[in-house]
């Protein structure tokens, strides 16, 4: 097949690589193509940018992964509406099949309940409201040429040079809360992309989060221990009331029944390497 990764990051990259293990012919836009891994063919554009995007190729499959640069209205719009658009408006022909890369942010449940693709979506946040507003355009896009698309809801992405909790928690910074948090490796999110479209019929949306929902202390407990074998690591204190960062138990009952097997079902398994990434560092 031939497939176009819009916004070809962190997350598309790790994909593209694995789509061109199966021999597919894979394209990347990236603003800077450089950055690409040398078997993605690179397309220097701006997904913001119409003006950027005049020489897409003709393909099977999208998978529009942008991120928003900043945490800023404009900076999602822009990410997450804009781009979708603009790419869409400026393929040679619609494609047969269109993955969105979405997030857990348009679950608005805060009470620490359980969550899966059936539940209510109202988000709290922006970010969410404008993903949300996102998934639909390309829902609306599919219906209205007949093609197959879903949405797949990420949360707390880590893996490969995300250290920035590890550092948290090396520092004395991070604090003990017992908010539940759900996450998902860097690797996953390309693996379970990678395998949606092996698959004879796609649901509208799959939640991708790991095995293990946990409060984040046990997720920070866990990483202390890890750099306690190498460093001395400040005492933790207990986050205050106001702490923040999500409190819903995510569910990926529905990806999991269509087959994907995780490489990371939890982060006892993928956070040890970032410690070591981490600790190398410095």
């Known amino acids: 097949m031939r497939i176009l990764i819009a916004g070809c990051g962190d997350v598309g990259s790790a994909l593209g ?9 894979v394209f990347g836009i990236r603003r800077n193509v450089s950055r690409l891994p040398r078997d993605i063919s690179g397309i220097a554009a701006d997904l913001s940018d119409p003006s950027t995007l005049r020489a897409l190729p003709e393909v099977e499959v999208l998978v529009y992964a942008a991120a928003a640069d900043e945490r800023t209205e404009v900076a999602y719009r822009r990410a997450y509406i804009d781009g979708l658009e603009n790419v869409l408006g400026a393929l040679p022909r619609p494609p047969q099949r269109a993955l969105f890369t979405s997030s857990t942010a348009v679950y608005g449940q805060d009470d620490g ?3 899966d693709e059936e539940s209510e979506t109202s988000p709290k946040s922006f970010s969410g409201a404008l993903v949300l507003e996102g998934e639909r355009a390309l829902h609306a896009f599919g219906a209205e040429h007949s093609i197959e698309t879903s949405a797949v809801r990420l949360s707390g992405i880590y893996g490969p040079g995300r250290t920035r909790l590890v550092r948290r928690v090396a520092s004395g910074e991070a604090t003990l809360s017992d908010r539940v948090t759900n996450r998902i490796h860097r690797d996953d999110c390309a693996g379970a992309l990678a395998h949606l479209l092996t698959l004879p019929a796609l649901a509208s949306c799959y939640i991708g989060v790991d095995d293990l929902r946990a409060p984040m202390h046990e997720v ?5 221990a890890q750099l306690r074998e190498s460093v001395d ?4 204190v207990p986050a205050g009331p106001s702490s923040r960062g999500g409190n819903k138990r995510c569910q990926n009952t529905r990806l999991k029944a269509s087959g994907y097997v995780f490489t990371h079902p939890s982060y006892k ?5 970032i410690v070591r990434e981490y600790l190398d560092a410095q």
């Not at 690591?233 to 933790?236: D, E, I």
């Not at 398994?269 to 390497?273: E, F, K």
């Open 113 to 115: 309940s359980a969550v």
């Open 233 to 236: 690591v400040p005492a933790l």
């Open 17 to 25: 690589v694995l789509l061109r293990k199966e021999d597919h012919e």
């Open 220 to 224: 920070v407990e866990f990483i202390a």
């Open 269 to 273: 398994s993928g956070y040890p390497a």
